[in-house]
């Protein structure tokens, strides 16, 4: 088992330890969300390394791309897309989208079959992870296409396919047991949005579609009228 270092996100170490850790050569973190833990990394390729080291993934998985400048998504996605991803964004909705990018990023190793995974939440859930990323030292790192996205690589913690990883001991141990060197604690779990992973849609420019229910399928459903 190695040693996980328990940093609390409004700890002034917080800093300290993300920088060591970006700039190592395994720039990954286990991160507390409000409804499941998570991994997060630099969106490059030695990001997509320490992910695919930390968990097993089955075939066809989606490296999910957390948060980015809204503005430049529209450079990005193809323009059918966009609708249901402003509404999540205006309801400021937990889910995960997979959508289609324009032709020009397609061999992105972060575009699988032209789609683009991205993960979005509330403005809670916004402010830590982008409170994270800025930890992330930009100028001795290279982003994936679409670089105009300017997110981080963000996945559930447990491995593909198996059960959510809800619990801050199970975390805990999945970080010490896969070489994960910090976990994130926020406190977001304790605003019991639900428990669970996130709901997955596939919007295809025409219509939507639920890959995975997650916690709050429900509401997606209703809110993005699937």
Known sequence: MNTVVEVELESELLVQKMHEVFMSDRPVV??????????LAPANLLGM????ESKQRLPGKFYGLGFFDVNAIQEVLKEDALPNVFKAIHDQLHVIFRLPVKPIYFDSPIVSDG?????????TVKK????????????DMSYLPPAELQGALITSMNVSGSKSITSYSEAYNFCAANNVPILIQTDLLNSKVGMGS???VKNDGTHSTIVREGFNVNEVKMKLNI
């Not at 286990?30 to 991994?39: P, T």
């Not at 390394?49 to 695919?52: E, F, M, Q, S």
């Not at 830590?128 to 100028?139: A, G, L, M, W």
């Open 30 to 39: 286990g991160l507390e969300l409000n409804s499941v833990f998570a991994l």
């Open 49 to 52: 390394k320490a992910l695919d």
């Open 115 to 123: 789609f683009l995974q991205i993960f979005l939440g509330d403005q």
């Open 128 to 139: 830590v992870i982008t409170r994270i990323i800025n930890q992330i030292p930009i100028d």
């Open 198 to 200: 996130y709901t997955i």
